[in-house]
T-cell receptor
């Protein structure tokens, strides 16, 4: 079974400051890890994913995340926050699919990012 | 279509009524997922269809919930005898059958907001 823990349900940063959203996972097999963003009244959009290739993953909108097996972490960072980054962010884990190309996602509880002037 | 579409976008129903929620996946995607997003439970996996394989129903919360996927494309999630705790946003996602593109990525629809009075 897999699980995800996101520390901090709300994070507030100033515009231009570093964004750090924390995610720790638990998985009995090598995991696939994802970060999704959800803007108000919209569906989920994939920011980036780790599927056992490079451990430092770069995504859209300047976000990146580093897979650290020893720490079971996959924290999301962005060097400089922008007002448009305000949204809810979800970390998710899945396992390598036995058939097809994907398997069900287990999500964390989400972190709401607020960006202030 | 360009993305995953869901209908209706909003549904208000009375306790005890049956509801049907529809999902149109991205054309050509062989995998289709249903998730539920609620305040109390966060994002939960419900059911997963992959090609012609038997669906993974392990996330369905009760036997009042069922889903089908006709012709490997459109899916309908049915909730019978709705209860107030069924109120949530129901999200559909699809993923490609191609390993070359988007391995592991699920594309989400905008969701159906269900309110049970």
């Amino acid at each position: 079974a897999q699980s995800v823990t996101q520390l901090g349900s709300h994070v507030s940063v100033s515009e231009g400051a570093l964004v750090l959203l924390r995610c720790n996972y638990s998985s009995s097999v090598p995991p696939y890890l994802f970060w999704y963003v959800q803007y108000p009244n919209q569906g989920l959009q994939l920011l980036l994913k780790y599927t056992s290739a490079a451990t430092l993953v770069k995504g859209i909108n300047g976000f990146e995340a580093e897979f650290k097996k020893s720490e079971t972490s996959f924290h999301l960072t962005k060097p400089s926050a922008h007002m448009s980054d305000a949204a809810e962010y979800f970390c998710a884990v899945s396992i390598k699919p036995y058939t097809g190309t994907a398997s069900k996602l287990t999500f964390g509880t989400g972190t709401r990012l607020q960006v202030t002037l | 279509g360009a993305g995953v579409s869901q209908s209706p976008s909003n549904k208000v129903t009375e306790k005890g009524k049956d509801v049907e929620l529809r999902c149109d996946p991205i054309s050509g995607h062989t995998a289709l997922y249903w998730y539920r997003q609620s305040l109390g439970q966060g994002l939960e996996f419900l059911i997963y269809f992959q090609g012609n394989s038997a669906p993974d129903k392990s996330g369905l919360p009760s036997d009042r919930f069922s889903a089908e996927r006709t012709g490997g494309s459109v899916s309908t999630l049915t909730i019978q005898r709705t209860q107030q705790e069924d109120s949530a946003v129901y999200l559909c996602a699809s993923s490609s059958g191609s390993l070359a593109g988007g391995h592991g990525e699920q594309f989400f629809g905008p969701g159906t907001r269900l309110t049970v009075l």
